[in-house]
């Protein structure tokens, strides 16, 4: 299982938001790239990325600093979401050495959108799905859908995409554990991996995805317990490792 370190960008900021509300963030570091190297020096396999303001934008807005992370490490997959809308944002991130590409929003407004560029970029396409009580939210979590998300991963499922990143906005940012039971429902219910996401605190929640790492689980996405030092990132990922 990859424990895959996060770095949400705003301003140029490495921040961590509470439930996606962006008056409610805290800054990290002014120096993103050095937050990334520090990850990589402890293990770190892969890298999320996530443009804050081009989530809200609609469009990249930290775009610079993405290409900067992926040039000073060619060698560590990076996973970037936020604000990617159209194909010429998805190709420039490609470009620039990204492996993979977040698709969020769009993903639940304009389902096609996924179909298409599952085909036009085979292999770099995961879906960010958002939930609460099992039904995805759209806009920054600012708004709940009526769609059911397992429902909508069979469809991207179906679409060839990657695989799904599942975060639980109850818990994203708030230090309350990771979704265990939610998160397995969904890794049962389609093929692709599934990548946790939201909640992750401790140790202990390593080990609880740990044991059911085989049914699907292939990472698990973790912010600000490695920022606030909850989570010891090497030994996490150490122990992460053996799942």
Known sequence: MLLIPAIDLKEGKCVRLRQGRMEDDTVFSDDPVAVAGKWVEAGAKRIHLVDLDGAFAGKPKNAEIIQNIAKAFPD???QVGGGIRDEDTIQGYLEAGVQFVIIGTKAVSEPHFVSDVAVEFPGHIIVGLDAKDGKVAIDGWSKLSRHDVIDMAQKFEADGVEAIIYTDISRDGMMAGVNVEATVKLAR????????????????????LGKVADEGIMGAITGRAIYEGTLDFAEAEKLAKTF
């Open 76 to 78: 560590v997959p990076i």
């Open 189 to 208: 219910a389609i093929h692709i991996p599934v990548i946790a996401s939201g909640g992750i605190t401790n140790i202990e929640d390593i080990k609880a």
